[in-house]
Each structure stands twice: as C-alpha cells, then as structure tokens.
C-alpha cells in the first residue's frame, strides 16, 4: 500500500513523498537513488549541486568472491536531485576505515584526497568527493547531509548551539565549524560513538547530517527535523523581517525595464576575461530582501553555508538605485565607480587572506548584484550557471532571514570564506574542467527563427555554447522549433519572442526582453524572410512594399536596435545577415525580391563602416535555393519558381543543383555554418565581406 504520511501538514511543511509500494521492489543502490532525488526535488532542503547522501551495502567482491561491505556516495560534482546509478563512487568500508591509521594531522588532511582513488570498489571511474570521510565514519547504513534554509538560518546564527539544544534538544547534536573533509569526518564518527541515540547533528555556518537503518528512516528522520526547525522559526518569528521595508517595490513592468537597462552595461563592464550571461530574479523573497532597512548590512556579511559561498563570491554588490526616486540615468553613471571599488574590495581580501601557494587570483567582479526595489541580477559564464548562482543567493536569502529574526546572523569567517573559495582541491577540479567552447558566454538573436535556416543556425550556434533568442511572427512554430532545441540542448539557453521585424515597437521590446533573460547580446543573425515571384506587370505595389518592409525595413529594425545594445555593452558584437545569391545575381519574375535583397546587402556594408570602430562586425550570407525546411519554399513561391523554370515542384530542387556549378544541394546546416563562422572569432578580422553558400554561381560572384 502506498503511504504518504504529510498529506494533512501545514502549507510550509515538508512533504512525505516516500512510496513504501514503490521503494519495497527496489534493491539498496536503487533505494538510494530514489531518497536521493525526492530530497534533491525541493530547494529548502538542499539546491542544485549541494548536499550528498550514501548507503552502505553488502556487495561481492569481483576479486574474493565474498561478501564485502561497500559504501555507495554521492559523486564529485554530482546534483541529488537529477543524480543516477552512475553519479554515485562505491568505496571499500574497510579499506576507507583503514585510511585513519595512516592520517597525519589535519594539516595534512588534503593529502588523504589522494587515497581516496585506493578505496575504489569495482573499477568505478566515478571520483569520490571530500565529503566521503563524513559519511564512511557515521556508523549508520544511510546517511544524508543537506543544507535546508530552515537549518542553515540556525547554524549561522551566533549562538547556534544553543538554538539547536532548544528546538532538537539531545536527538540532534551540534558541532562547531570545520572546512569539509577527513578531520570533520572523525569528529562525525566521534559525536555518533559519544551519543549513540543522537538521529543527526547540525554542523555550524553549514548544514545538516541525518542517518538511519533503512533509506526510508534516514529519509524521514530528514524530513522531520528540517520541519520542526521551520515550525520552531515560525513561531518565534514575527513582525517585519530584516527591519522592515525601505525601500518600494516598483510594479513587474517597471522592474523588468530598470533590469534591461542595467543588465547590458553591467555585463560589459565585467566581461573582459571571460564572456558571461546574466539572468534575473525578481521573486517574494528577493524583493523583501532588496526593498528591507537591513539590505546593506546583511548584504556585507556575505553567505555562511560553503555551497552558498562558492556560488556567490564572497559578497554582493549593491546598486546604487532608490525607486523612489527612480533616475537610472544617474545608476548608470555611477556603475562603472561601484563595480571597479568591488574589485579593488576582492582584490583587498585576496592579500589579507592568500597563503603562499594560493592560486593565482581569479575574477575580482561580483556575481550578484542586488537593486533596491527591482531584484537580484547574477552573472555566471553560462545562463545555467547564472541561475544556479542566483537560486543558492534566494538560498542564503532565506538563511539571514530566519537567523536575523531569531538571533544575529553570522556570516562565514573571512579567513575561512578564502581558504574554501581559493582552496587547492577546488582549484584541481576547475583545472578539470573542460575547455569552455567557442561561443561560451555568448548570446544571440535569431530573426526567422522558426524556419529552416532559423532553427539549423540556432542549433549551430547552441552546440558551440552560445545562449539563443528565436524571434519569429510564427508563434505556433516558435514554440515548436524551441522545444525541440531545448530538448537537444538545455532550457536555459533557448529563449523565444514572438516579434514582426517590420513592427518598429516588438523589435526594441525584443531587445528588452533578450537583455533581461540574458543579459544583452552578442550575435545578431537577421535571417527572417519572405519571398514572391512575378512578371514586374503583375507585381502590385503591396507586394513590392512587402517585400521592401519585411527584407529591408525589417533588417534595418533589427540592425539599430541591436547598434543600440551593442553600444551600452561596449563588447563588439557580430551581425549576420541572411541576404540571397538574388541580391548579387538578377533572376527573372522576381524584381521585389531580388532589389529588397540587394538593398540587405549594401546596408550590411553601411552598417560594417559604422560599426568597426566598436569592435561591432556585419557581414553577409548569401544562400541560393535552400528548399529543405524552408517556409518560403512552399506555397505560392514554390509553384511560382517552378513555373518560371518550366518544371514541376519535385524537379525543381535537381534543376538547382545541376544549375550550379559543384552540382550540390545546399541546405539550412550550409547556410548555418557560415552564419557561424561570421559570428565566431574565425572571422575576428572580417567586416563587410559576404560568403555565397549557392553552391558555386559565377553571375553572384563578388569580385
């Protein structure tokens, strides 16, 4: 029968979602899979990344053929909550016991990293975690650490032992600060051989440990302690918290409108080393927080939990806005004063902190940035990443909101906060990193983006790391074209607006919105497009118009709105344009087309002169008889072309490839790749230039 034991808890409690029917067919290893991803499915109880659970299980040894005990943990650099079969290591017990005996001292308790890799069961290339120590120790079958907001408010506040005794009394226990690794793990082993009885303990500045007999204990002994922490901070907190509003909360529209303001210039400021995208959050929690008397104060103090910390630097960066008297003329103006005091602030903390052999500083810019009245904008090198880093800050939101309110929050120690951020074994693993690809950090529009060049380009382009708006009047293929790339992909990197190229408002609303979801704009690549066939008699002045509006007016839109963007960011940029051999190469019964197209052209090449000097490059693509998946190839345009070349629509495609000269179809992944090319740095010293993709035409020859 299946069991769910929270169904009548009150509305901020934790669910019971264990399904004892379910868990009962499932071996040791898939029960712990299973725990690991209903704790890992809720953000109060741990984020993205933080956290690891482990079961210890009987297993045969391949080598001996006996029983032996085998401990399964949570991977280095795996998420609970998404985490498989193959995100777990699996260490010999006795041999990870074992490793106490040839312990040097806690400073040497680095080094026992190293021998971790000697304890490996079964071959498993899975990389064992510093945390593996704190579980192999604990002398329970299953183990889960997390970092729920209702227990980190507690163990960051300055008298958090005593606060665990009063709400926990003997059943969970409390152990003072200590960097993650072999020495916390004997002090787990000794606190369970001193206190027997104890369900978990509470760790300083750092989360929660929980155990049990079965996975169902273990998950439910978590659940239950984390709810009785939100009930105790429920009932002791009341009235305004962080001292109250100061600040008024500007109205959606208005907020996201500060936010696509500052979000381009704050990313051009900060992007010299490593290209990043922005993401913003203007949620309850963030507002309350952004808007309170104690923003500054406590926005100082920086994060406590580790797994915070490293996502979110050593602190903020507050903006100077006040939306009361909203003048982001003069926010702007003094962004550029705020971000290089931060950095000379980062820099002052590296010195007083660095040991000899740190690292080599990395980047001194801030990874939140919080506005009065408007939310919370993170950067990071990817827009997962910028996300991720915004939902750990909600995180520590939530923390100084509980600890403030029942005690005095303490963030983590400067010393401490260095020694993880710049810690020798963080350092190894971002060196393992893989080389970021070529268009990381990058983000681009893409105009037509429904259609067959549209969706081939995006999907270039987000192969190579880039971040990709489709802009499309088609709103049922929009939404088409960007499910299918966030499945091959990731959500976070495809984006959608519904935008008329020829509706001058939807084009700088377009801008907007690419500023707030991304931050700004790197790649412009304006490809949508019409296409009509008929005698110059018969073309009626709307259908010259329309060719004009959508092929030339439209490409103009998109090109100064983009000048605009470009500009505040002061990054350079790449624009594309999608042109056609017609614009160099005349075809019959088709004058509106052919003029539009030459008209994209040559404004390409007015736009390169304007551009080169902010580093803004334009140049064209010009693709011939592209028919796979291509929306003006079907319909009118299509019997139009095969009647002008006296042929029917299935012959029509063979006698474009036997016209041209390398007797080759060119498709939408042609045009793609030089679309990429032009926006990639193997073109960094090209501007002006086109590149026919027809397949080879001497009449659409440049020179």
């Not at 669910?15 to 109060?44: F, H, Q, T, V």
């Not at 990709?468 to 499910?483: F, H, R, S, Y």
């Not at 042609?670 to 032009?678: K, Q």
């Amino acid at each position: 029968m299946t069991e769910h034991r929270g169904d009548a808890r009150p509305a901020n409690r934790l669910a019971n979602l264990w399904d004892r029917e379910k868990a009962a067919g499932m071996s040791e290893p898939e029960r712990l899979i299973y725990r690991s991803n209903l704790l890992g499915s809720d953000k109060r109880i741990t984020n993205y990344g933080g956290g690891n659970t482990s079961a210890k299980v009987m297993e045969i040894d391949p080598l001996s053929g006996e029983t032996v005990e085998i401990m399964w943990v949570k991977g280095s650099g795996g998420d609970v909550g998404t985490i498989k079969r193959d995100g777990f290591a699996t260490l010999y017990i006795d041999k990870l016991r074992a490793l106490k005996t040839i312990y040097r001292g806690v400073e040497f308790e680095d080094e026992m990293v190293d021998y971790l890799p000697h304890c490996t069961f079964n071959l498993n290339p899975r990389a064992a975690s510093i945390d593996t120590p704190l579980h192999a120790y604990v002398p329970r079958v299953h183990v889960d650490h997390m970092h729920p907001d209702a227990i980190i408010a507690i163990a960051a506040s300055m008298n958090s032992k005593e606060l665990t005794e009063e709400i926990f009394g003997g059943e969970i226990g409390w152990l003072p600060w200590k960097r993650p690794g072999f020495e916390l793990g004997l002090w787990l082993g000794k606190f369970c051989e001193e206190n027997p009885t104890a369900r978990g303990v509470v760790l300083e500045s750092h989360g929660l440990f929980t155990w049990g007999d079965t996975a169902e204990e273990s998950y439910l002994t978590t659940i239950e302690i984390i709810n009785k922490a939100i009930a105790w901070l429920e009932g002791k907190m009341s009235g305004p918290v962080f001292g109250g509003p100061k600040f008024p909360v500007l109205l959606e529209d208005q907020r996201r409108e500060v936010a696509a303001a500052l979000m381009p210039v704050i990313r051009g400021m900060i992007s010299a080393s490593e290209a990043k995208v922005g993401h913003f959050d203007d949620s309850a929690a963030v507002l309350e927080f952004v808007s309170s008397q104690d923003l500054t104060a406590l926005a100082a103090l920086g994060t406590s939990c580790p797994d915070h910390f490293l996502r979110t630097k050593i602190r903020p960066l507050v903006v100077d806005f006040d939306p009361s008297d909203p003048n982001i003329e003069a926010t702007l103006a003094g962004l550029d004063g705020a971000i290089a005091e931060y950095r000379e602030g980062y820099k002052a903390y590296y010195n007083r902190c660095r040991h000899d052999n740190s690292p080599a500083i990395r980047d001194p810019n801030a990874v939140v940035y919080l506005v009065p009245g408007v939310g919370m904008i993170t950067f990071a090198k990817d827009k997962a990443t910028a996300r991720i880093s915004g939902e750990f800050y909600v995180n520590a939101i939530n923390v100084m909101r509980g600890s403030s309110s029942v005690s005095t929050y303490m963030g983590l120690p400067e010393q401490e906060a260095f020694d993880i951020e710049y810690w020798l074994l963080e350092e190894a693993k971002l060196q393992r990193m893989p080389k970021p690809k070529s268009l990381a950090g990058k983000v681009a529009i893409v105009t037509g983006g429904a259609g067959g060049i549209g969706a081939a380009t995006a999907a270039r382009l987000l192969t190579e790391g880039a971040c990709v708006m489709l802009a499309d009047i088609d709103a049922a293929a929009l939404k088409d074209t960007a499910d299918g790339l966030a499945t091959r992909f990731t959500g976070d990197a495809v984006r959608t607006v519904e935008m008329n190229v020829t509706d001058e408002t939807a084009v700088a609303d377009a801008y907007a919105r690419i500023a707030v979801e991304f931050g700004g704009v790197d790649i412009v690549v304006s490809n949508a497009g019409i296409a009509s066939s008929a005698p110059i008699e018969e073309t009626t002045l709307e259908l010259w118009n329309k060719n004009m509006a959508i092929l030339s007016t439209g490409y103009f839109l998109v090109s100064r709105e983009a000048f605009k963007l470009l500009k505040r960011q002061k990054t350079g940029g790449s624009v594309v344009f999608v042109a056609s051999k017609n614009g160099l190469a005349a075809s019959p019964n088709a004058a509106a087309y052919c003029t539009a197209k030459a008209s994209e052209i040559h404004l390409a090449r007015c736009l390169a002169l304007e551009g080169a000097s902010e580093g803004i490059r334009v140049n064209v693509v010009n693709p011939d008889a592209v028919l796979r998946g291509s929306k003006i190839w079907s319909g009118e345009w299509l019997t139009q072309r095969a009647s002008t070349y006296q042929t029917d629509k299935d012959g029509l495609e063979e006698m474009y490839r036997q016209r041209s000269m390398l007797k080759r179809s060119v498709f939408p992944e042609d045009i793609a790749e030089a679309i990429y090319f032009f926006a990639s740095e193997l073109s960094a010293k090209s501007t002006g230039n086109i590149i026919n993709v027809d397949a080879g035409n001497v009449q659409a020859f440049t020179r």
